[in-house]
């Protein structure tokens, strides 16, 4: 499934990035978005992931960014993040880039987690931008209006990327670091089309890292990186760790 040179390359390696995407978190039972039965087979992204959608009908979009953070808030970490977890036994320092924004990276216990598209746990107002309380969206969902800021009634949002925003710069310095001096980049289960997260594959590769793909499917990228691994995250990193294990 894997070589010997990756697992050479690991345990050789003091940095390792590795770019997560929603593929990783699917074996928690956390939809995609462009697999079949994912997220936008159902809801055109332009509808919803973008501010012009929001500003348009924020109940809407408050109502379905509710209703995917309880289905995060439900799900639990899988053998793929913790496989992750187990990886920084082995290697000085590891950075999770994820694009996802549920949690489960950190609570699978990962150490240094850059959230790339933020995280849909968090809510703040779009006037003070102030933190809002899920629990105040909850409220103001269930009867019927849209959810306010208790200081100035701004309207509340997710703490999330849109397309059209710019990515937190924290994060963008922080992953441009991980992916330029890595000696191994990992991109597992995404499918490296959304930008500039699709970059950084590339650009480790550019910068000297041994580049390793996980994904059941093929994407733009798998022909060139130096290991296309097809499987599931939950099976492939697991197996990839118990030989690294095995050979410390
Ligand atoms: C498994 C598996 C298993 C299944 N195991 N694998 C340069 C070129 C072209 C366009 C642009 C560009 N620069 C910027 C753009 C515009 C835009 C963009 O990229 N558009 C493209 C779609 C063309 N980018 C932006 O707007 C970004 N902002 C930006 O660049 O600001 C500067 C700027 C602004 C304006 C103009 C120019 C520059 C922001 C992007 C924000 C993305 N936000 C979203 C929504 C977040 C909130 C929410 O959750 O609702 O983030 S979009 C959505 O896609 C989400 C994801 O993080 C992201 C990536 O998706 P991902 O994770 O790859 O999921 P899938 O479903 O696509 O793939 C899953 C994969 O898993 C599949 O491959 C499966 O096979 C695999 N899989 N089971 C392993 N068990």
Not at 129 to 158: N, S, W, Y
Not at 183 to 196: A, N
């Amino acid at each position: 499934m894997y070589s010997d040179a990756l697992i050479d390359h690991l345990r050789s390696a003091d940095r390792v990035a590795v770019l997560t995407g929603a593929g990783i978190s699917a074996e928690s039972g956390i939809p995609t978005f462009r697999d079949p039965g994912g997220i936008w087979e159902k809801f055109e992204p332009q509808e919803l992931a973008n501010v012009e959608a929001f500003l348009e009908n924020p109940e809407l979009v408050q109502g379905w960014y509710r209703h995917r953070r309880q289905v995060v808030e439900d799900a639990e970490p899988n053998d793929g993040h913790r496989a992750l977890v187990r990886l920084e036994q082995h290697v000085d320092l590891v950075t999770t880039i994820t694009q996802n924004v549920d949690d489960l990276h950190n609570r699978a216990g990962s150490s240094e987690v850059v959230e790339f598209h933020g995280n849909i746990t968090r809510n703040y107002c779009t006037d003070c931008e102030q933190d809002v309380d899920a629990a105040r969206i909850d409220a103001a969902i269930e009867d019927g209006q849209p959810a306010t800021c208790p200081e100035c009634e701004g309207l509340v949002r997710p703490d999330v990327v849109w397309f059209g925003e710019m990515l937190p710069p924290d994060a963008m310095d922080r992953a441009s670091e991980a992916t330029t001096t890595c000696d191994v980049f990992l991109s597992v289960g995404t499918s490296t089309v959304v930008y500039p997260a699709a970059r950084l594959p590339m650009l480790a590769k550019e910068a000297g890292a041994y580049v390793v793909e996980v994904n059941p499917d093929r994407t733009p990228i798998s022909g060139n990186v130096d290991e296309y691994l097809a499987g599931p995250a939950g099976e492939v990193l697991p197996a990839i760790l118990s030989s690294l294990d095995k050979a410390a």
